[in-house]
Structures are given as structure tokens and as C-alpha cells.
């Protein structure tokens, strides 16, 4: 279901900037999701594409990288991909760790003309 | 031809909701953001702290309800303002939604409002609010595996009431392996036991949100 909302922000948001850059029309919004921020990529396409409709971005194609997740150890200062579920450091298993990626949801770049 | 943008989508909830924590620090209000599943024991939560913080402590209360004003019903007796937020089907609530709602307020006589957020445990935590910081409620009739299942909240909350812990002898839950989870997906989450209907570790979770209150307002 947030899905939508956020499908409804990014529609109002690549208007806004295809306004600004004098686009007419837009085929293609580039966006980037971290691993942990929960949206199912086909439920966001489809929120998207509803979303945009009777909009300059009516009909273009949404590319959606996943950025994997990242971590810090705060204990080595280690950067590392997670195992699994857990976060715990996998060089010096310290728990004093931060998200360096993983939690983005941006929008890249909107191509058009 | 391309346009780089390279911005948050969520921005536009992101910058309302410094807005509203700015306005709230300058109220000194302390806001919860109170994020469980349906069922976890949100609102009992909330009856028995307005009940134990009566004449101590000015409470506030915005409601997230899906369709109906229940929730918000239930805690009318304790005589303290309550904004009901209607979300008509939507998931969670955002800032603006709260922003709205914090008009109907007189916040110079609150000291502490919370946030009943929608039942669910994913989309709420995608939306900051401006709170100070996010209670999650968590009872042991839906298994241990939560904060794994579901680290985003986990991982952002300041503290998890396990609630309804007198059950867990007729079910599969394993405290052990519940705890384990929490400390690898948040090391400095405080871990708060407790059946609230009962009143265990009520105590505790008042002693805790005490602390927070002095802290909010020392800084």
C-alpha cells in the first residue's frame, strides 16, 4: 500500500522537474531503492504507472536499481555486506554497527524531450 | 535527453517532518510514533499510561485508524485531547497528515503526545512524523520472529515493549532467540517486557519513558 504514496510523490515529483527542464514529454524515470526499504519493485510499477497518468511521465518506463545493503562496523571500522538476517560485524563481530546503503529511494534521472 | 535529479522520493515527507519536530522542540512537546501489528496492544498501552500519568504528565493523543474512530473512542474517559486521523484505508500516517492534525492541539498544555500509528509494521516506519522517537509494540502470540522479518522498524525505534509475555507459555515463542535478533538488528534498543493488561513491567515502561521526558527537555 505505500507503495502508492510513494509511487504518487515520485509522479509529482519527475512533473515538477520535466516542467523545470522544458520536457514534454518523459519515457523513462531512473530510480534507486536500498535493499531494506520494502517496496515490491511490480507493486511499484504498476502504483507508477497509475500514478502518472494524464502526466508528462504517462506511459514511460521506470527503471528501478536495488542498492544492496551496507554496513559499518563503528568497533574496526570495517565496510560490509550483512549475512542474512543478521548485522552483527563479520570481521570483528562487534554489534555497534550503522547502515551506510540500503535505505535510499531516489530518484536519478527522467529522459525525455 | 537526461535530466539528473538525484533526490529522496520522500522528500516532501521528509521536509515536513523536520518542520514539525523543529515546532514540537520548540513547544518542548516530546512526540511517540508508536508502531506495532494489529493487535499488539497499541491502545491498551496507551489506557494504562494516561491512567498512571493522570495529573502528572499533559498527554496528547492523535489516533491512526483505518476506517473507524474505535481506538479513539476507547481512550475519550481520560478526559485528555485526541485527534482522530481517518486514513481511509491507507497504511500509515504521514507528516503533513500530523502536521495537520497538531492545529487542533493547544501544544503549549502538552507535554507528551503520542502517535497511535496505523496497525502494520512496514509502511509506518518508511514515514518520519517529526516525532522524537519510535515505540515499537510487539506481543509474543505473533512469534519471535519479528525483528527479523521486519528490521526497518526494528533497527529505527528507540525502544520494543514485548507485550502479552504472560502468554508466551502457550505459545512457540522463544525469548532467547527474540532477543538475539534484536541485538544484531539494533544493539542500543531498549527491550521493554511486559503484559500491559496485567500490568507487568508497566513500572519499567514508565520509569523509561520518565527518563526520556527529562532527557527531551534537559536537551
Given amino acids: ?113 | 535527453m537526461e535530466i539528473k535529479i538525484m533526490k529522496n522520493i520522500l522528500d516532501r515527507n521528509q521536509n515536513k517532518a523536520e518542520e514539525v519536530r523543529t515546532m514540537l522542540k520548540a513547544g518542548k512537546v516530546m512526540m511517540v510514533n508508536i508502531i506495532s501489528s494489529p493487535g499488539a496492544g497499541k491502545t491498551t498501552l496507551l489506557e494504562r499510561t494516561c491512567e498512571a500519568l493522570a495529573g502528572k504528565v499533559r498527554i496528547g493523543v492523535i489516533e491512526g485508524d483505518v476506517t473507524t474512530d474505535r481506538d479513539a473512542q476507547r481512550l475519550k474517559k481520560y478526559n485528555i485531547p485526541i485527534v482522530a486521523i481517518n486514513t481511509e484505508g491507507g497504511c500509515h500516517l504521514d507528516s503533513h497528515s500530523i502536521s495537520k492534525a497538531l492545529e487542533h492541539f493547544d501544544l503549549e498544555h502538552i507535554d507528551l503526545l503520542f502517535v497511535e500509528n496505523v496497525g502494520n509494521l512496514i509502511c509506518p516506519s518508511q514515514f518520519d512524523l517529526g516525532e522524537t522517537f519510535k515505540l515499537a509494540v510487539v506481543s509474543t502470540t505473533e512469534g519471535d520472529d519479528k525483528p527479523a522479518k521486519y528490521p526497518m522498524l526494528f533497527s529505527e525505534a528507540r525502544a520494543v515493549i514485548l507485550n502479552k509475555t504472560d502468554l508466551m507459555p502457550y505459545t512457540n515463542f522463544s525469548i532467547e532467540s527474540f532477543m538475539a535478533d534484536m541485538a544484531a538488528i539494533n544493539p542500543r534498543i531498549t527491550v521493554i517486557r511486559a503484559s500491559v493488561i496485567k500490568g507487568e513491567g508497566m513500572q519499567t515502561w514508565l520509569e523509561w519513558l520518565g527518563r526520556q521526558i527529562d532527557e527531551f527537555s534537559a536537551g
Fill in chain 1, 1 to 113: 500500500m505505500h507503495e502508492l504514496r510513494i509511487a504518487e510523490d515520485l509522479a509529482a515529483m519527475v512533473a515538477g522537474y520535466a516542467a523545470e527542464a522544458g520536457l514534454n514529454k518523459v519515457v523513462k524515470v531512473n530510480v534507486s531503492f536500498g535493499e531494506y526499504i520494502q517496496i515490491v519493485p511490480e507493486l511499484f510499477e504498476a502504483a507508477f504507472s497509475e500514478a502518472a497518468r494524464d502526466t508528462v511521465a504517462e506511459g514511460a518506463e521506470l527503471d528501478i536499481e536495488i542498492i544492496p545493503a551496507e554496513m559499518r562496523c563503528l568497533g574496526c571500522g570495517s565496510a560490509y555486506i550483512p549475512a542474512g538476517d543478521l548485522c552483527a560485524c563479520s570481521f570483528c563481530g562487534s554489534e555497534e554497527i550503522d547502515l551506510i546503503h540500503g535505505k535510499e529511494l531516489f530518484v536519478k534521472s527522467i529522459e525525455g524531450g
